[in-house]
């Protein structure tokens, strides 16, 4: 696993790689995301692979939060169960400035009766923003469960409202 921490318009982000796809982007926390990736905080050297890899998302998230993309074309490799994994596939359907309810999204990949597990996997999204698990939102329209607070999901569902 190789990283490398960006800034932003959102503040530093750090991004994860496995190499060939980005398996992580994380809006805080570093410290404890990395010694839970196994890693311990500090430089690290960025092959030429990842340094490509890692500008491209740097290059589309600056877009993103500038307004000018709505979607993003990078490889990415989320690591979770296979429920976790198709519930991050769902949120990747969710159109750019539009949110769904968790009840919902449990019905997109047919489990209708899932949308706590829903919530639970929308939670453990490695891959902020660009899998935008920020466009849920509970049943009766509150923000609920963004990891990186709700200051940060109205910030980004204003963003996409706004364009």
């Not at 982000?13 to 311990?40: N, V």
């Not at 990842?50 to 939060?65: R, S």
Request: net charge negative; aromatic share 8%; hydrophobic share 40%.
């Amino acid at each position: 696993m190789r990283y490398t921490i960006i800034d932003s318009t959102l503040g530093r982000i750090l991004l994860t790689s496995d190499g060939d796809h980005l398996t992580g982007l994380y809006l805080d926390d570093f410290d404890r995301i990395l010694q839970r990736l196994g890693k311990t905080s500090g430089a690290k050297p960025i092959g030429d692979d990842e340094l490509g890899l890692f500008a491209a998302a740097g290059d589309q998230l600056a877009e993103y939060l500038a307004g000018t993309r709505t979607a993003f074309d990078l490889p990415l490799a989320p690591t979770g169960t296979e429920f976790q994994r198709d519930v991050w596939q769902a949120l990747t359907t969710i159109p750019y400035g539009t949110t769904a309810g968790y009840g919902e999204l449990a019905a997109w990949i047919d489990r209708p009766t899932a949308a706590r597990a829903v919530g639970a996997a929308n939670g453990r999204n490695p891959i902020s923003i660009i899998v935008p698990c920020h466009r849920v939102i509970g049943a009766n329209g509150a923000l609920t469960g963004y990891a990186w607070g709700e200051e940060k999901k109205r910030r980004l569902l204003d963003l996409e409202a706004g364009h």
